[in-house]
């Protein structure tokens, strides 16, 4: 005999067939007789929900007559069950077993909960990688700037800075770097080289600053209004 167990909700006192004895005994003994798990009988499937009889062996099991469980067959077979005749036997099955069936119910939940706890695992390992990825992305650029700007100012001010650049931006000083640098000074001679926080400030944009050349052949840094504002004549 299947061991386990179904459960019964107190809302079955208002199903509709419950003041028809013969009617409800029946669909009592076909949840206890429904598999709880899927079988096979003779190489046939018989799946959860699921079991083989005849009218003639549930009268036998149940004490009603043959006309009681054809009677009480038709009006189950409405809503609450499918009733399949062959040759030899008859598969009934239960709708919506899983309603019934507790250990069912239960190790879906299980599972449900650990598959969940796993993607939240996995989301978590996942979001945490990226993010170190991210950071070492930014780490690693920042130090070519870094090194390439001779570390002038606060490294952690310059990359509080770096941070808040977008990619346009940091490309745009990728192609200006090198000849900042080169026309720029880091001995308190002109034209000297702003602290790298300050040079990598995203409101400034001193990236954008114009070189100019003397006919010395030395630098001076300006920026772009201040270039208008001569040509104006300002």
Not at 132 to 141: M, T
Not at 170 to 186: A, C, G, M, P
Request: contains cysteine; positive net charge.
């Amino acid at each position: 005999m299947d061991s386990g167990f179904f459960k019964l909700y107190r809302k079955f006192l208002e199903w509709e067939w419950y003041s028809d004895i013969p009617t409800k005994v029946l669909y009592l003994h076909i949840l206890l007789k429904a598999n709880h798990s899927d079988k096979k009988w003779r190489g046939i499937p018989i799946l959860k929900g699921q079991f083989l009889s005849s009218n003639k062996k549930l009268a036998s099991q149940t004490g009603l007559s043959l006309q009681q469980i054809r009677t009480s067959l038709r009006k189950l077979s409405r809503s609450e069950i499918t009733v399949k005749p062959t040759n030899k036997f008859t598969v009934i099955a239960v709708c919506n077993y899983l309603t019934y069936n507790d250990q069912e119910q239960t190790n879906n939940k299980q599972t449900t909960n650990k598959q969940q706890t796993n993607n939240i695992q996995s989301t978590t390992t996942k979001n945490k990688k990226n993010k170190e990825n991210k950071e070492k992305e930014y780490s690693e650029s920042f130090e070519d700037f870094w090194n390439a700007y001779e570390k002038l100012g606060s490294k952690k001010k310059s990359y509080d800075q770096f941070k808040k650049l977008s990619e346009q931006q940091k490309n745009d000083i990728r192609q200006v770097l090198s000849e900042y640098v080169r026309s720029t000074n880091t001995d308190g001679t002109y034209p000297s080289r702003k602290n790298a926080e300050t040079y990598l400030n995203y409101k400034n944009e001193h990236w954008n600053d114009i070189i100019l050349k003397t006919n010395g052949g030395s630098s001076n840094i300006k920026t772009a209004s201040q270039v208008y504002d001569e040509m104006l004549g300002n």
